[in-house]
């Protein structure tokens, strides 16, 4: 269901692609096979500091609504996600995002109703988990919660690890260190605030709902009724996006400019599938 942080191995390139196996050398471009759907992850693929990259729009498009976003974001619900994306000209229903801080109240909630939640997160993912019904408390929770937390401080990390020192378990909604800002920037990540927690706590197991974990690859699957096969991911990061593809039978292709990447941004992408699948 979820993985330790520990079992996080080094990424097998078995599903890698160029050219997206599978696809008939009598179909123009990958998008116009209606079985194969699309997972596609959002910061760094779609979106970069609050704007949407060069394509994105014209990629969602080209997918004729078989895709699903399959997000690590912890701060946002998919309802306010998708009203930031529309400002930024991509038109989403909530109902094609899934999102590792509401995916993991989701989880908690289904899976320990009675919990008492340490949450350390955004505002609103806090607001989201009284909606759903989690028992948010700051005395002798039966949980930490580590989110994205903007607010994280001396005083929440000092509570955490003793907490976790005395038996509350520890879910964590994703596992990246960072993600990219503006100008060359480093956003530190939920994978940041663990480190410090884990430095100081020394706890295990610790369960991470967010990518490589296959929880959010499987809602995204289920919303698609789409199946891992016939699947392609788009994502930018190996070790979340493409590890986490690779666990699940599924294609992966990279954009950004690391060693694998396919194309630099969703235009270059479209325009290398364009010019490669015009057999027809
Ligand atoms: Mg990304």
């Not at 430095?199 to 919303?223: M, N, Q, T, W």
């Amino acid at each position: 269901m979820y993985v330790a942080m520990t079992d996080i191995g080094p990424l097998s390139s078995g599903n890698r692609t160029s050219l997206v196996p599978g696809f008939s050398p009598a179909v123009r471009s990958p998008w116009h096979d209606p079985a194969w759907h699309y997972i596609i992850d959002l910061d760094g693929t779609l979106i970069r500091d609050g704007a949407a990259m060069p394509g994105a729009a014209a990629l969602l498009e080209a997918l004729h609504g078989r895709y699903a976003i399959v997000s690590n974001n912890s701060t946002d619900t998919a309802v306010g996600m998708a009203r930031k994306l529309r400002k930024m000209g991509l038109v989403v229903a909530p109902a094609q995002l899934v999102l590792a801080g509401e995916m993991t109240v989701n989880w908690l909630w289904q899976t320990s109703p009675s919990a008492r939640v340490y949450l350390l997160g955004s505002p609103v993912l806090r607001r989201y988990a009284q909606r759903v019904g989690c028992r948010l408390v700051e005395q002798n929770p039966d949980v930490v919660l580590l989110a994205l937390d903007r607010a994280f401080n001396y005083r929440k990390l000092l509570l955490a690890v003793n907490v976790l020192r005395t038996g509350a378990r520890l879910i964590v909604t994703n596992p990246d260190l960072s993600h990219p800002g503006g100008n060359g920037r480093r956003v530190p990540e939920t994978g940041t605030l663990l480190a410090a927690v884990l430095a100081c706590a020394d706890v295990r197991p610790v369960s991470i709902i967010g990518k490589p974990s296959d929880v959010l690859f499987r809602e995204g699957l289920r919303r698609l009724r789409a199946k891992p096969a016939q699947t392609l991911m788009i994502g930018d990061n190996p070790a979340t996006d493409a590890a986490g593809a690779v666990a699940m039978g599924m294609s992966y292709l990279l954009l950004g400019t690391g060693p694998e990447a396919e194309a630099e941004t969703p235009a270059q992408l479209l325009e290398t599938w364009g010019t490669r699948h015009t057999h027809l």
